[in-house]
């Protein structure tokens, strides 16, 4: 079976899995690391973030300024919410292949923090951060080891998805009016290349990701296995 298809069947099993599970206060990590992507460029940039808002309905905005000697940077601000969210879906299955959970749990802990200490102003979005901050300290702490791991891979999971899925709804509204495609909308204003092109670049690099993020995860599950294998008949010698 190929890479492309094992990514497929992933991300429609995460799809399905992540929608049986009560998951919709944690969907809103993957608007925060999008969010996040935009605020970090803006500021790498010399622009101005006024603030970073978080919705219920697992949407978001970055309001910033940039001055207009520098309006180029859009650009890049523009590309930065979708790649950002795209890579930390991938960076997550990577770190847990490697074992890594803790500083996987580490980095989504200093990203809430940051984003709640400088950005986020919104009533649900500090909320959420503070909630989201605290229970992930408390299920680091746990000395479960599967259930530290579900919730990980939970997180990981729902980022998986709302990486790639955001990206295609992003092409289903460029397809109905290109004018209310968000980041797709101001990469085409300033571009000149079509939001729907826009769109499906999103797309094809959240999928090019997923690939990656699928690769490293059932690579390190064989690892685990062969591991476990090697110490198992280790285990009987004297």
């Given at each position: 079976m190929s890479n492309w298809v094992k990514t497929i069947l992933f991300l429609i099993g995460s799809a399905l899995l992540t929608h049986w599970i009560p998951s919709s206060f944690f969907r809103n990590l993957d608007t925060m690391v999008h969010e996040f992507g935009h605020a970090v460029v803006t500021l790498a940039l010399s622009?101005?973030?006024?603030?970073?808002?978080?919705?219920?309905n697992?949407?978001?905005?970055?309001?910033?300024?940039?001055?207009?000697?520098r309006s180029w940077s859009i650009i890049p601000v523009a590309l930065a919410g979708y790649t950002t969210a795209s890579v930390f879906a991938w960076f997550l299955f990577s770190a847990f292949a490697r074992g890594k959970q803790q500083v996987g749990f580490l980095v989504m802990i200093a990203i809430s923090a940051i984003s709640l200490l400088l950005f986020v102003r919104n009533g649900f979005g500090i909320m959420f951060l503070i909630g989201f901050i605290a229970l992930t300290i408390i299920m680091m702490a746990i000395?479960?080891?599967?259930?530290r791991n579900f919730y990980y891979l939970l997180l990981a999971f729902l980022c998986l998805e709302e990486s790639v899925f955001?990206?295609?709804?992003?092409?289903?509204?460029?397809?109905?009016?290109?004018?209310?495609?968000?980041?797709?909308?101001?990469?085409?204003?300033?571009?000149?290349?079509?939001t729907m092109v826009?769109?499906?670049?999103?797309?094809?690099?959240?999928?090019?990701?997923?690939?990656?993020a699928v690769q490293a995860f059932l690579g390190g599950n064989k690892r685990s296995r062969s591991t476990n294998r090697q110490s198992s008949a280790y285990s009987y010698r004297d």
């Open positions: 622009g101005q973030v006024q603030r970073i808002e978080l919705y219920a697992h949407s978001g905005v970055t309001l910033s300024a940039i001055s207009q000697a000395p479960i080891k599967w259930l955001g990206p295609i709804y992003l092409i289903q509204a460029a397809s109905r009016d290109a004018r209310q495609a968000g980041d797709a909308t101001n990469l085409a204003l300033h571009t000149g290349v079509p826009w769109a499906i670049i999103f797309t094809l690099f959240a999928l090019w990701c997923a690939k990656q």
